[in-house]
């Protein structure tokens, strides 16, 4: 019997690439499953799911603009409407499952399946949980969480602690670190960082890093530097003149490389950040970004920090702190060792699977 699935979500990589990371699980364990994603018109999952292999549908939705209130005039009928499309696409696909992995897709989706009797999942990333999935969890089979204490936001007896799914091209790369500096064109004799502000750039990294351009290739240090679309040309003009020692993307589609490439990962804290970082066991120096809700990018890297897995700078310290730190780390091999081998011991590198088997349970 083929089985069907919907999985909606989506607006950052951090809630598109668990999603693709349990499609490929659910392939897996069943080939001939049919899989549809729901996304938002005009966010990033509309470029990197057809990318990763699968279809995805759009909705016309989107959050509730806090800057401009009058924004939102249309956020009612945009509401409406999506769940009008939400219907007609389960009509259409009859999915036997639905999983929400967050962001603005997930909760027409989902309300819609919860209201038609198709069982829902859903996998939450963070150690906090936002409105929509508190009230979607209430009638959701079965939750998935990375965090412990998540009872404060669901109904105990749904949890089941699966950690974040990674995608397995990072957990079970072959790519070797020579293969992998080349890819870059870089050298297999200088040590190289790899800086990365999430899947959208971090402003504060990007302006930490470009005064220190100079020094970083005067000490024949190398650097792979993820800095997102908008900082993309300033980054691009600023590295011109040291292009042996940086490389600049504004997005990097094979990470599996880029982690095996690096001594030292400098990183925004997001969940799947975190929980990649765990699988690939690097040395890593936290910058969290410090609006994101409850600030929970401090919880998710201080968790690391108290267990000596990683280094943290704050957000508003970066400027002054970025060179010192990274310099010195790079220079402090014991340290580096001590990282890798305290952050390796926090991954998990089947959660993809084990999340894959939850959805076939459910159905
Ligand atoms: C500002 C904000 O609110 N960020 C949230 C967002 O982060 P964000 O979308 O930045 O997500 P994460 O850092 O958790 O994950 C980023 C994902 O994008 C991928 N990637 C990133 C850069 C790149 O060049 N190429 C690439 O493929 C990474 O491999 C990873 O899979 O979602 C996370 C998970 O819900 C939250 O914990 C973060 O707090």
Not at 56 to 61: A, R, V
Not at 292 to 313: F, P, R, W, Y
Request: hydrophobic letters at 45%; proline letters at 4%; a positive charge.
């Amino acid at each position: 019997m083929q089985r069907k699935v919907i999985i909606a979500g989506g607006g950052t990589g951090g809630h598109i690439f668990p999603a693709i990371a349990i499609a490929n699980a659910l392939k897996k364990l069943t080939p001939n499953i049919d899989i549809l994603f729901v996304g938002a018109t005009g966010k990033m999952e509309m470029e990197k799911v057809p990318q990763a292999g699968y279809p995805i549908e759009g909705l016309e939705i989107a959050g509730f603009n806090r800057s401009n209130i009058f924004k939102n005039i249309l956020l009612p009928f945009k509401i409406w409407k999506s769940l009008r499309r939400a219907k007609a696409i389960l009509q259409s696909f009859q999915p036997d499952a639905v999983v929400g992995v967050g962001g603005y897709a997930s909760f027409p989706m989902l309300n819609s399946a919860q209201k038609n009797g198709i069982p829902t999942l859903i996998q939450e990333q963070n150690s906090f949980a936002g409105k929509t999935n508190k009230i979607l969890g209430k009638k959701a089979k079965k939750i998935c969480v990375a965090y412990d204490g998540m009872d404060k936001f669901f109904p105990a007896d749904k949890l089941v602690f699966t950690g974040n799914p990674v995608r397995s091209n990072i957990s079970q790369s072959a790519v070797t670190k020579e293969d992998a500096l080349q890819h870059f064109g870089l050298r297999t004799d200088r040590q190289t960082i790899f800086a990365v502000g999430g899947s959208l750039g971090a402003k504060s990294i990007n302006e930490g890093l470009q005064p220190l351009l100079k020094t970083i290739a005067d000490k024949n240090i190398q650097l792979i530097w993820q800095t997102g679309k908008l900082y993309y040309e300033t980054a691009k003009a600023a590295a011109a003149p040291y292009e042996s020692h940086i490389k600049v993307y504004d997005f990097i589609n094979v990470m599996d490389f880029a982690y095996k490439a690096a001594d030292v990962v400098l990183s925004r804290a997001g969940a799947l950040a975190i929980a990649e970082l765990c699988v690939v066991k690097k040395p890593v120096v936290f910058v969290p970004y410090p609006f994101a809700a409850e600030d929970h990018q401090t919880s998710n890297a201080m968790n690391l920090v108290n267990k000596h897995a990683g280094l943290i700078i704050k957000d508003d310290e970066v400027k002054a702190q970025l060179g010192n730190v990274l310099l010195s780390l790079l220079q402090n091999r014991a340290l580096m060792e001590q990282l890798e081998s305290n952050i390796g011991k926090l991954g998990n590198p089947n959660a993809d699977m084990v999340i894959a088997n939850q959805v076939l349970e459910i159905i």
